[in-house]
């Protein structure tokens, strides 16, 4: 192996063992998520892939489950959504695109450029970054925030996400209190963040 070779092929297995992420050999870029073998993630029913760079990336809480703290519970987070919503609510995989802990990591639901159900019309079109716990009243951790804000910047780095990108909270789109009430006035303050709204009668969505 050449130097580049072998320096990200040292530095993959490095940020893999370390931080459970995987490592983007082309351009040696650490990919800023946990993969779905690490949380155990289930088979999804079926996988629709539309194409990129995204336009819309948008925010939300789980309400429930509650926040996580370490990695153990935020697996058990992650396979209680994508339980509930594959058995219950009858959909392909977990609704988002991406989940954020409070142990500051990142874990891929059905990743970028695949179909979410996490915001009718706009589930070809964006990433669904849920921040997992209740957002009302209280602000996520900084390690939290950081790390949904790092998500997206390597989606625009590596052109996944548009340059252009629109960033928006679920209320936005939908009659909801997702992403909370204190989150929602955070994003605000985040670049691309558009005070749009655009939501339909939810029966006929």
Same mark, same amino acid.
């Given at each position: 192996? %050449?130097?580049?070779k072998?320096?990200?092929?040292? &530095?993959? @297995? *490095?940020?893999?063992?370390?931080?459970?992420?995987?490592?983007? $050999?082309?351009a040696?870029?650490?990919?800023?998520y946990?993969?779905r073998?690490?949380?155990?993630?289930?088979p999804?029913k079926?996988?629709?892939?539309?194409?990129?760079?995204?336009?819309y990336?948008?925010?939300?809480?789980?309400?429930?489950p509650?926040?996580?703290?370490?990695?153990?519970?935020?697996?058990a987070?992650m396979?209680s959504?994508?339980?509930?919503?594959?058995d219950?609510?009858?959909?392909n995989?977990i609704?988002?695109?991406?989940a954020?802990?409070? %142990?500051?990591?990142v874990y891929?639901?059905r990743? &970028?450029? @695949? *179909?979410?159900?996490?915001?009718?019309?706009?589930?070809?079109? $964006?990433?669904?970054?849920?921040?997992?716990?209740?957002w009302v009243?209280?602000?996520?951790p900084k390690?939290?925030?950081?790390?949904a804000?790092?998500?997206?910047?390597?989606?625009?780095r590596?052109?996944?996400?548009a340059?252009?990108?629109?960033?928006?909270?679920?209320?936005?789109?939908?009659?909801?209190?997702?992403?909370?009430?204190?989150l929602?006035e955070e994003i605000?303050?985040?670049?691309?963040?558009?005070?749009?709204?655009?939501?339909?009668?939810?029966?006929?969505v």
């Amino acid at each position: 192996m %050449d130097f580049v070779k072998d320096f990200c092929y040292y &530095f993959g @297995v *490095i940020a893999f063992t370390l931080f459970y992420v995987a490592v983007d $050999s082309k351009a040696c870029d650490p990919v800023p998520y946990v993969t779905r073998e690490f949380w155990s993630a289930l088979p999804p029913k079926r996988i629709e892939h539309f194409a990129g760079p995204i336009p819309y990336v948008i925010i939300h809480h789980s309400y429930r489950p509650a926040a996580c703290y370490n990695g153990l519970q935020c697996i058990a987070a992650m396979q209680s959504m994508q339980k509930m919503h594959q058995d219950e609510r009858q959909w392909n995989d977990i609704g988002y695109s991406f989940a954020v802990g409070g %142990d500051g990591r990142v874990y891929q639901g059905r990743g &970028f450029n @695949v *179909i979410g159900a996490h915001a009718p019309r706009y589930n070809n079109r $964006s990433v669904g970054i849920c921040l997992i716990g209740d957002w009302v009243a209280d602000l996520p951790p900084k390690s939290m925030l950081t790390a949904a804000q790092n998500l997206i910047e390597y989606g625009v780095r590596n052109g996944l996400i548009a340059q252009n990108y629109t960033l928006l909270g679920h209320r936005q789109v939908r009659t909801t209190e997702c992403p909370g009430d204190r989150l929602f006035e955070e994003i605000k303050t985040w670049p691309h963040f558009d005070p749009m709204t655009d939501i339909v009668d939810q029966n006929s969505v």
